[in-house]
């Protein structure tokens, strides 16, 4: 879908808004748009973000309730507001002013994956050092009257493909660059809980100087880092996108070696790479490439590292 903008002569802004505007409509992987991982109250709720490496602009909406199309309204933040961040009830209400409707986001998926998670006792989810035991119920929880703080659980226990987000880079043909995201965040977070996807220099990032990155995963990890930003000023350095995405994993590896999480990486010559971490149960990472080198959209494939 963003390829045919491009090729209808759309900007490369259009094509990101309308190739991450189509996973949306799609909920690809269940993890992108309405109707997927619910949060700890059953609703689902999106984040999104676009970004003009001309212009440096982002928009961007968070915990965004009742509206479909997160990236259409990311985009209307850039074109009506000089803010860069909208978030929440209030984000909503903007998008409706700016003609986008509200439509309910649940679907029979995500109240069956909602009610199979309560009756799972809640597992897993997002607290911990809470009374009562966050393995073992589902609260309401509350500190404990003294705190000794637990060495945090791995995820080991979630499932790789728990969530996931569409991050998209598109080099125009002069090498003007655009990314974004678009997600429905990680399954069953507490609600108001905001990843790495909204975030700019770490869901995405895009600079016409230098290149685009966009990044997926634990975001609740991966956004301490902004890897996006720093695969960026790696390739601004002159360093290959693939070696500049590999850099980026390997420094949240040294502090969190069992993170689940991949980057994409592409300069303004068009070069490209990607790099994640492996884990059991994720050794490899697919993503998708369209170019005028290629007669059609191409899946890739790179070995974790």
Not at 100 to 121: A, C, G, I, V
Not at 244 to 249: G, N, T
Not at 270 to 283: D, E, H, Q
């Amino acid at each position: 879908t963003a390829w045919r903008v491009l090729e209808l002569g759309g900007s490369e802004l259009d094509a990101v808004e309308k190739g991450c505007g189509q996973c949306e409509i799609d909920q690809c992987d269940g993890s992108v748009g309405y109707g997927g991982s619910p949060d700890e109250s059953g609703e689902t709720t999106l984040d999104a973000m676009i970004m003009d490496g001309n212009t440096m602009e982002v928009g961007a909406v968070a915990d965004l309730r009742r509206v479909k199309n997160a990236i259409g309204v990311a985009r209307k933040v850039i074109e009506y507001t000089k803010h860069t961040l909208l978030v929440g009830e209030s984000a909503s209400l903007f998008a409706v002013r700016m003609g986008f409707p509200y439509e309910d986001l649940t679907t029979q998926k995500s109240l069956s994956l909602y009610s199979e998670w309560l009756n799972r006792s809640c597992q897993p989810n997002y607290w911990k050092n809470v009374v009562p035991d966050s393995s073992k119920s589902c609260g309401p929880y509350k500190r404990p009257e003294e705190v000794t703080y637990k060495e945090e659980q791995t995820s080991a226990q979630r499932s790789v493909h728990n969530h996931d987000t569409i991050g998209m880079v598109v080099i125009g043909v002069s090498g003007t660059v655009a990314s974004g995201t678009s997600t429905n965040g990680a399954i069953h977070k507490i609600p108001g809980r905001v990843g790495d996807s909204p975030i700019a220099g770490a869901g995405s990032y895009a600079d016409s100087t230098a290149g685009g990155a966009a990044a997926t995963g634990d975001g609740d990890i991966m956004m301490r880092f902004l890897p996006s930003y720093q695969a960026v000023e790696y390739m601004r350095m002159g360093t290959d996108p693939t070696v500049a995405c590999q850099k980026v994993i390997s420094r949240i590896q040294k502090y969190a070696p069992k993170f689940f999480g991949a980057i994409i990486c592409a300069n303004t010559t068009g070069s490209y790479g990607a790099a994640c971490n492996k884990i059991p149960g994720f050794t490899q990472f697919h993503f998708m490439v369209s170019s005028p080198l290629l007669s059609q959209p191409t899946e890739q494939v790179v070995d974790c590292i």
